[in-house]
């Protein structure tokens, strides 16, 4: 099955500090990659995803990057604000069996120092 | 109601105890999921549901059963619950159950059982 793996587990940057989470995939099937940013004791939320047909994609200070051949994305927040901190998970998305199977990193708590 | 949410916000169960956590979404979304989060280990899909009547097993389903009457509502059982179902417990529903649609959660539940 998909196996999803996720750096770094924690992240500490400066405020204006550009932040950067990479993950890997192992089935090359997947085709929608979704990020998520989960604050504490909330519900996780969709910031940015990429569909395998792009390589990459930007909202405002958010962008995601996919290298298909190397079955690796990363997200990327630049001039990074404190309300920034949180968990961010990213996943793997394929249609597997007859349903959706969403494959999701482990997270990276992100901390960003004012 | 406005999108998806979550009935209790938290509960605290004595093992043995069987208990039902309710979702209910108004979107008119086909596509249905539970998902149990735990420290470390990322969100985990329990059970999914593609369309109304229909029931699917996700990665750790065992120890909970669900039921998908109608569109809106898809509650998740715990017939017995033991120690190990201590966990946040997410709802998430989804336009389509082909793969590249965004899922959305509900607020979770909080769930411990003593």
């Known amino acids: 099955g998909e196996n999803v793996e996720q750096h770094p587990s924690t992240l500490s940057v400066q405020e204006g500090d550009s932040a950067v989470i990479k993950c890997t995939y192992s089935?090359?099937?997947?085709?929608?990659f979704p990020w998520y940013k989960q604050e504490l004791g909330k519900r996780p939320q969709l910031i940015i995803d990429?569909?395998?047909?792009?390589g990459e994609k930007k909202d405002q200070r958010i962008a995601v990057t996919l290298n298909k051949t190397a079955k690796h994305f990363s997200l990327h927040i630049t001039e990074t604000q404190p309300e920034d901190s949180a968990v961010y998970f990213c996943?793997?998305?394929?249609?597997?069996?007859?349903?959706?199977?969403?494959?999701f990193g482990t997270g990276t708590k992100l901390q960003v120092i004012p | 109601i406005a999108g998806i949410t979550q009935a209790p916000t938290s509960q605290i169960l004595a093992a043995g105890r069987r208990m039902t956590l309710r979702c209910t979404q108004d979107?008119?979304?086909?596509?249905m999921y539970w998902y149990r989060q735990d420290l470390g280990l990322g969100l985990r899909l329990i059970h999914y549901s593609n369309t109304a009547g229909t029931t699917g097993k996700g990665e750790v389903p065992d120890g909970y059963s669900v039921s998908r009457a109608n569109t809106d509502d898809f509650p998740l059982t715990l017939a017995s619950a033991v120690p190990s179902q201590t966990s946040v417990y997410f709802c998430?529903?989804?336009?389509?159950?082909?793969?590249?649609?965004?899922?959305?959660f509900g607020p979770g539940t909080r769930l411990t059982v003593l």
């Open positions: 996943a793997a998305s394929i249609r597997s069996g007859g349903y959706q199977k969403v494959t």
């Open positions: 089935d090359s099937a997947s085709n929608y």
């Open positions: 979107m008119r979304h086909n596509a």
């Open positions: 998430a529903s989804s336009d389509s159950p082909l793969g590249t649609d965004t899922q959305y």
């Open positions: 990429i569909r395998s047909n792009v």
